[in-house]
């Protein structure tokens, strides 16, 4: 077995231990506190004893520490103990978890070593003097304590009071270990007092002793500094002022069962208290018993407070307080003896009358505290496989903790240590701890590491994950107190899988299939596999293997088995499709994997449009070609691809020049509908669409090519003779004889419609009748005189010419020319342009005739022009001067088929006007385009562009801005009357939207200067075949009357088939002249409206009288 060896080593400031284990042990340092975290405490180092038969090496051994608050190991160097907090062994109670404190201050813990070794950690933190004496009191003046305290003027020589006690939370040497009075003055050594010293249970008390005669009426108050100094030399200062107080007659005195009356040696009057309390007496409880004293005087000199003596420990302050009217003692703050509390308390309580001065009595008051079964064993879990601590508190809690153990490890295999220990002492320390009853699992007990028990828990048969996952048991641990106190954990043994079983794949081949131009990230199949182990070795990660000669992987894989295109697929550079493996997983270790094969077949979509072979195709055919039906003649073929399959693939031609006299076969052949005409048409363009043949047509896709033909000539055109005939109008042509020789008397011209050879022509002389007379140019056509005429030849002289293609079967045409030979001058020598002949010449008497007639011609012609110009600006201002209507411009087509409409006149009655029933003035148009609806737009008139307007004295103007002006030569007569008629307002109906807007009529913009108004009187409504839409006195009458400039009347709506007779009757007035307009709109609008400027849609055009 093992032996435990304590070792106690203390750590320098230059060097630290290393602690080297042969057997089981305590493991002890000394530290420091205030070490920087990361500091290290110390080493540990296991070296192999000889009698240890265990075979595995120690290096690489790892440490685990159980409880990591303050320290653990370094993670570089696994067996150095680091700081791992701020250690204030001055303030942090839990660092200071042992008894001692706070004299020591001992921190303890369990190490675990990676080969199964368990350690004793105790670590001891020495306390530095890092604090200055202080008195903790609020009295301050310039940082300076301010203490106080009272004697009486009489008492006797050697009379001792306890000063206040300086703070300082180092222990030892480090903290206060003297009191001194600090001299400042020469009259500081006339004051009659001491500081001395007595030590005590709970610390040293510092009192001031008087050893001189005290005179109040001398000296009322004494002022000192005195100093607190601690081992380090540290010291902190403090004012006191002794108050000289008169004599009191009676002081307190303190009465109780176990009151021992004593002197003490100073001749203080002081008792002696004991009282004993159990640890666990809840904060704010009051002692069972307490000191209580009395007062023989009256009044407030019999009245008595009761507090600490100013010489009481802070510990004992900090624990516990004292009501100052009853002197009653209540606990402060938890008393735990178990987690290094005090379990003896020793202090001093003062009670103090209100005399003048007050007298006290002072008792000794001991507190014993008492251990009491508060605990229940604690237990704590360290796994075999994990470095996870698992604690199960106190206080009868149920904890539970997961463990794990291989399914394939052996017999006796170790699961967990676990450690048990109980904070209370004695009896109620002790504990006995028990496993339930389960076959597969054993506790055996190992040792004892101080108050901690280790117990280690091990496998007892080997397991079989399948058939048992876990096992569970309870660990009971109960002490040994009355009443017991019980802590129970569920230890829950998980069998951990083995990675033995690797994955499967539910089909050993995949295939797939997916349209091409898919989305990214598309769904493109699911692979499955599984795995009959566990866990992580349950858990499968899938990847793709690719081929090398397949390009860029197109596909990713989830983790389930998702396969997702991260790219389109395109049919047309991978026909053949996706062969690829997949590659299944497992997270075990060491991992098993399975593969599976995957096909992934691309679905052709029409997204390849046809091509053709050529941009442009160049074809020729032969003119005249027969048309046949059964066997049309083939010019060419052409051709398109498309890069899809099956119907997607399948090309349609068609023309889309459909005038042109060519067709095409669904094979790209094209051939002739119709004998070709070259000289009508020597080549053509046409467009050949390629279309493809999907299943819907919707998705259909094409193509366009430019075919060019060139029409091929074939001599079948005659030449056609431009001269003659001549000029002149006839085939004749006058000639001098007396010319010269080699004078050109005229030029052939000829022309035939063929081109190249078969549209060359020759000429020549068909007989020689002119008996060597002339020589015809056979290119040129130039026909020149070889000899002189003699006076004999004059006359007429036939010549028969021939005009000759150079086809390869020429064609002819023939025409005859005279030639008048006379005795006239010859001509003057000039150039010969091939255009003219001899009639055609100025100075040959014909000629001139010919030019003089001219002239006389076109004179003539200017002058009737002119003449009926005049005629028509006359009957112009004749018209419109005696009031008839006139109208400009064109009349709209769609107003083409108006019946007419009526002007009345004051006078001259009834004038019908025929087409075109309206037309829109200049003026007019200008009022359109400026009314642009804020809304809407404005257009030229459709259906009413049309304005009436007179323009002589007696009637108004209309500006540019479309505005009807007062006009300053108008003279109108009384009644004055304007009426028309709109008529075919189905027309306007047929070409709205769905029938849905509304068509409307308007009179607005009313002008008056004087006090008479005109009356706009609306009539029936009419059916187009003249019946009145509505009977009797129902029609409708709209009529306006008042006086102002610019008003809105209201409008009518109309129906599709209405017809609307308008009137405007201006009454005369002297003075005054007044005016109207009639305006008709069809508006876009869906809600009728009177009013021109919210008026939403298009302005049809005017009326105006």
Not at 385 to 390: D, G, I, R, V
Request: hydrophobic share 35%.
């Amino acid at each position: 077995m093992f032996s435990c060896l304590l070792l106690l080593l203390i750590v320098g400031i230059t060097e630290l231990p290393e602690w080297t284990l042969t057997t089981p042990a305590i493991v002890t340092f000394v530290i420091d506190e205030n070490l920087p975290v990361g500091s290290e405490v110390g080493k540990i180092s296991l070296d192999v004893s000889p009698t240890d038969q265990r075979d595995e090496p120690t290096t690489g051994t790892t440490f685990t520490l159980q409880d990591t608050s303050y320290f653990d190991f370094d993670p570089h160097q696994p067996n150095s103990l680091v700081v791992k907090s701020p250690l204030d062994r001055d303030t942090d109670r839990k660092l200071c978890s042992e008894g001692g404190w706070p004299e020591v201050c001992s921190w303890s813990g369990v190490i675990f070593s990676s080969d199964g070794r368990l350690l004793s950690l105790r670590i001891v933190v020495r306390d530095v003097n890092d604090n200055t004496p202080s008195w903790l009191t609020s009295q301050q003046h310039d940082g300076l304590a301010q203490l106080q305290i009272s004697v009486t003027e009489n008492c006797p020589l050697g009379t001792a009071i306890d000063l206040p006690l300086a703070s300082d939370p180092d222990v030892g040497s480090n903290s206060v270990v003297n009191y001194e009075r600090v001299i400042q003055e020469a009259v500081d050594h006339r004051a009659p007092f001491d500081i001395i010293s007595t030590r005590e249970p709970n610390g040293v008390r510092y009192k001031l002793v008087v050893r001189g005669k005290l005179d109040r009426e001398t000296t009322p108050l004494y002022r000192l500094m005195i100093a607190a100094v601690d081992g380090g030399g540290n010291r902190g200062l403090a004012q006191l002022t002794i108050l000289i107080a008169d004599e009191n007659d009676n002081r307190p005195v303190f009465t109780h069962t176990k009151m021992e009356e004593s002197q003490s040696d100073l001749g203080e009057q002081q008792t002696e208290f004991t009282i004993t309390i159990d640890e666990d007496l809840p904060v704010g409880s009051r002692l069972p018993r307490y000191p209580v004293a009395t007062d023989a005087d009256e009044g407030d000199f019999g009245r008595i407070t009761y507090s600490f003596a100013i010489s009481v420990a802070e510990v004992v302050k900090r624990d516990f307080r004292i009501d100052e009217v009853t002197g009653a003692i209540f606990v402060r703050a938890p008393l735990d003896y178990d987690t290094g509390g005090l379990t003896h308390y020793q202090f001093v309580i003062v009670a103090q009358d209100h005399g003048i001065p007050p007298l006290t009595a002072s008792s000794k008051v001991i507190i014993e505290v008492q251990d009491r079964n508060d605990n229940a064993p604690i237990i704590t879990v360290t796994p075999t496989t994990t470095a996870t601590m698992t604690s199960s508190k106190s206080n009868e809690k149920h904890e539970k903790t997961s463990l794990h153990l291989l399914e394939n490890a052996p017999s006796g295999s170790l699961i967990a240590t676990i450690t048990v220990h109980d904070p209370d002492s004695g009896e109620n320390g002790k504990f006995m701890c028990q496993l339930g009853k389960v076959d597969s699992l054993r506790l055996e007990f190992l040792k004892n590491l101080g108050k901690l028990s280790v117990y280690q828990l091990y496998s007892s048969l080997p397991l079989d994950r399948e058939s048992n996952p876990e096992i569970r048991v309870t660990l009971r641990c109960r002490d040994h107190g009355v009443p017991g106190r019980v802590s129970t954990e569920l230890l829950m043994v998980n069998i951990s899988d083995v990675n033995d079983n690797a994955p499967m794949f539910v089909n050993h081949r995949y295939s797939f299939q997916t349209s091409e131009g898919n989305d990214q990230d598309e769904l493109i199949g699911l692979v499955t596999a599984v795995d009959s182990d566990s866990g992580v070795n349950a858990e499968l990660s899938y990847s793709i293997i690719w081929p090398n000669n397949q390009g860029l992987n197109p596909f990713i894989i989830n983790a389930r088995g998702e396969i997702r295109a991260r790219m389109t697929l395109d049919r047309e550079s991978r026909p053949e499709g996706f062969q690829f493996t997949v590659l299944a997983k497992d997270h075990g270790v060491p991992s098993l994997s399975a593969l599976a094969k995957v096909e992934v077949a691309l679905i052709d979509v029409n997204d390849c449009s046809p091509t053709f072979t050529q941009g442009v195709y160049h074809f020729t055919v032969e003119e005249e070609i027969p048309f046949n039906l059964s066997n049309a003649y083939v010019i060419g073929q052409v051709k398109a691809t498309d890069c899809d399959i099956g119907n997607n693939a399948q090309i349609l031609y068609q023309l889309e020049t459909t005038d042109a006299p060519f067709q095409i076969s669904s094979d790209g052949y094209l051939s002739t509908t119709r004998p070709i005409d070259r000289e009508q048409s020597s080549s053509f363009v046409i467009t050949i669409q390629a279309i493809d043949s999907p299943q819907t047509t919707e998705r259909r896709l094409s193509s366009f090519a430019e075919v060019q033909i060139t029409v091929v000539d074939i001599n079948d055109n005659d030449p056609i003779f431009l001269r003659p005939p001549f000029e002149n109008g006839t085939h004749q042509v006058t000639l001098s004889i007396y010319e010269d020789i080699n004078c050109k008397v005229v030029k052939i011209e000829a022309i035939d419609k063929d081109i190249e050879r078969n549209g060359e022509i020759r000429f020549r002389l068909a007989n020689d009748v002119s008996r060597g007379m002339f020589a015809l140019n056979p290119e040129s056509g130039e026909l020149t005189l070889k000899r002189r005429l003699t006076v004999e030849e004059v006359g007429i002289i036939p010549l028969r010419i021939l005009a000759i293609d150079n086809g390869l079967k020429p064609r002819t045409a023939t025409t005859t020319i005279e030639i008048l030979a006379a005795d006239v001058p010859a001509t003057k020598p000039t150039s010969f342009s091939g255009n003219l002949d001899y009639s055609e010449q100025p100075n040959t008497f014909l000629g001139n005739l010919r030019v003089n007639a001219n002239k006389f011609i076109i004179v003539c012609i200017v002058v009737i022009t002119l003449i009926i110009c005049l005629i028509l600006a006359a009957v112009i201002c004749v018209v419109s001067r005696k009031g008839c209507a006139a109208w400009t411009g064109a009349p709209t087509t769609s107003m083409r088929n108006q019946k007419q409409i009526h002007l009345v006149s004051h006078s001259n009655g009834t004038l019908p006007l025929t087409e075109p029933p309206f037309s829109t003035s200049p003026d007019m148009e200008a009022f359109i385009t400026k009314e642009t609806p804020s809304i809407g737009y404005s257009e030229p008139s459709k259906y009413f562009s049309n304005a009436y307007q007179f323009h002589d004295q007696w009637d108004t103007a209309i500006s540019q801005d479309g505005r009807i002006r007062d006009n300053p030569l108008a003279n109108p007569n009384a009644s004055e009357f304007y009426a028309g008629t709109i008529s075919d307002t189905s027309n306007m109906f047929q070409s709205m939207d769905n029938g849905s807007y509304i068509p409307s009529v308007t009179a607005y913009s009313v002008l008056s200067h004087g006090n008479a108004a005109p009356t706009f009187t609306y009539g029936s409504p009419y059916l187009n075949n003249g019946s009145q839409k509505y009977p009797g006195d129902q029609k409708p009458t709209l009529a306006y009357s008042g006086s102002g400039l610019e008003q809105t009347m209201e409008s009518y709506t109309f129906s599709p088939l209405d017809r609307m007779d308008w009137g405007l009757q201006q009454p005369g007035s002297v003075g005054s002249t007044n005016f109207g307009m009639l305006s008709t709109y069809l508006p876009y609008v869906r809600q009728q409206t009177s009013d021109r400027q919210l008026l939403n849609g298009r302005h049809y055009g005017n009326l105006s009288s």
